[in-house]
């Protein structure tokens, strides 16, 4: 399984940025994917996460509205669109899926900066 993630970089705040993850190794199209993130300091955490065909999507709380998870299964490629960025936005932000044996797989993670 390889997870890789790009698209991350500066943004303003109020700007935009989509991130993307590029998987390979696996059946991705028979897998829920999921992107965190983890700022210094603080836990790693779910910030959008959606289902192996695409049908259901599901934001943290703090994302909602402004973030948008979608998914190409014939590129095998998740993406995280990020609209009205805020400055707390600023974080590594990784790709993840999980096998039927909750095996866990990460990305290397993109870093996202917000500020102006």
């Known amino acids: 399984v390889q997870l890789v993630e790009s698209g991350g970089g500066l943004v303003q705040p109020g700007g935009s940025l989509r991130l993307s993850c590029a998987a390979s190794?696996?059946?991705?199209?028979?897998?829920?994917m999921n992107w965190y993130r983890q700022a210094p300091g603080k836990e790693r955490e779910l910030v959008a996460r959606?289902?192996?065909?695409?049908?259901?999507?599901d934001y943290a709380n703090s994302v909602k509205g402004r973030f948008t998870i979608s998914r190409d299964n014939a590129k095998k490629t998740v993406y995280l669109q990020m609209n009205s960025p805020k400055p707390e936005d600023t974080a590594v932000y990784l790709c993840?899926?999980?096998?039927?044996?909750?095996?866990?797989?990460w990305g290397q993670g993109t870093q996202v900066t917000v500020s102006s």
């Open positions: 993840n899926t999980r096998d039927i044996y909750h095996q866990n797989y």
């Open positions: 190794g696996f059946t991705f199209s028979r897998f829920d």
């Open positions: 959606i289902t192996s065909n695409g049908g259901t999507t």
